[in-house]
C-alpha cells in the first residue's frame, strides 16, 4: 500500500470511511490488500463478460482492425468449449464530454448513484457495461505519445463511479498501435490509469503493441496471425474456466 510521508494521499480514503484520520485509513487499506491477497482464487468464471472501448473508424483503424481479428478468436465455436460474451461501446467525437472536475462530495453525489454531472453516454451506455464487465479492453492508438483524449475522457470519467465502488474484480487488456514508436508509453500510462490508480486487475502481458501507420496495414504485419491468437488465448486463459 503507496503511502506519502504525510499520508495526505489517503485524504479520499478517509473521507469514504468518514473519518479524517488518515493513518487510520492507511490502515484499512493495507487490512483489505490482506484480505484480498489470502481470499484470492483468481477470477476465471465459465462466461466472462468482456467490455470493448474504443474511439476509433470501423472502417480505416488499424487498432480496431486488430481488435476485430481478435475477437473472432475469442468467438471462434469450438467442441466443449466455453466462450465470452463481448460488448463493444465507441466513444467517437461528440459522444462523451470529459471529467469537469467536480468537488469530492458533488462527484460522490452522483457517483452514489451511479451517475455523473455530465450524464450522457458514459452513464447511459458505459457505466453499466464497466460493472457488468468481467475484463476491459481498452483500444488505443498512440497519439502524441499519449492515450486518445477520448479514450481518456471516459478514464477520467470511471471517477465518479469509482467513488462508490472498486475495481480489484476486473481486467484490463489493451490493444495498443503506434505509427512509428512509443507503445510502451501508451501502456505505461494505461498501467498507471487504470491499474494503479483504478484498481483493475492488471494480467501478464496484458497488452497487444504493434507498430503501423498507414490504415489497413496492421493486420498485414509479418507474424501477426500468430500475435492475434496468442493474445486471444492469453484473454482467454485469464478469464475463462
Ligand atoms: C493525432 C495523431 C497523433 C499521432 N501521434 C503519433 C506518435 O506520437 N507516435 C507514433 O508512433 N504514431 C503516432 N500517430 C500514428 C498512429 O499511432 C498510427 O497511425 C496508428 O496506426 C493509428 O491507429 P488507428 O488507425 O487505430 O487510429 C499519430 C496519429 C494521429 C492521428
Known amino acids: 500500500v503507496e503511502g506519502t510521508g504525510s499520508l495526505l494521499n489517503f485524504r479520499v480514503a478517509a473521507m469514504n470511511l468518514g473519518t479524517d484520520d488518515l493513518m487510520e485509513a492507511y490502515k484499512d487499506s493495507a487490512r483489505k490488500l490482506v484480505e484480498s491477497a489470502e481470499t484470492f ?11 470493448a472501448l474504443h474511439a476509433s473508424s470501423h472502417r480505416t483503424s488499424n487498432t480496431y482492425a486488430l481488435w476485430s481479428a481478435v475477437k473472432e478468436k475469442l468467438l471462434q465455436e469450438e467442441e466443449g468449449r466455453e466462450n465470452p460474451d463481448i460488448r463493444e461501446i465507441g466513444l467517437r467525437n461528440g459522444t462523451l464530454y470529459d471529467c469537469s472536475g467536480c468537488s469530492f462530495n458533488a462527484c460522490r453525489h452522483f457517483g452514489e448513484q451511479e451517475s ?16 457488468e464487465a468481467d475484463a476491459v479492453v481498452m483500444i488505443c ?32 487488456f489493451a ?63 485469464t478469464l475463462i474456466l
Open 41 to 51: 482464487s483468481g477470477y476465471r468464471k465459465k462466461n466472462p463478460k468482456i467490455l
Open 116 to 131: 455523473c454531472f455530465y450524464g450522457g453516454v458514459i452513464v447511459e451506455d458505459v457505466y453499466p457495461a464497466v460493472r
Open 141 to 172: 492508438p498512440n497519439y502524441n505519445d499519449a492515450i486518445s483524449a477520448n479514450m481518456t475522457a471516459f478514464i477520467n470519467r470511471l471517477t465518479a463511479l469509482y467513488r462508490i465502488r472498486q475495481f480489484y474484480d476486473k481486467a484490463v
Open 175 to 237: 490493444i495498443i498501435v503506434s505509427g512509428y514508436s512509443g507503445n510502451d508509453t501508451i501502456a505505461r500510462q494505461l498501467i498507471s490509469a487504470m491499474n494503479m490508480n483504478k484498481n483493475f486487475y492488471l494480467p501478464g502481458r496484458f497488452a497487444m503493441l504493434e507498430t503501423a501507420n498507414d490504415p489497413g496495414t496492421a493486420v498485414r504485419l509479418p507474424g501477426i496471425q500468430a500475435r492475434i491468437e496468442s493474445f486471444a488465448d492469453r484473454i482467454r486463459q
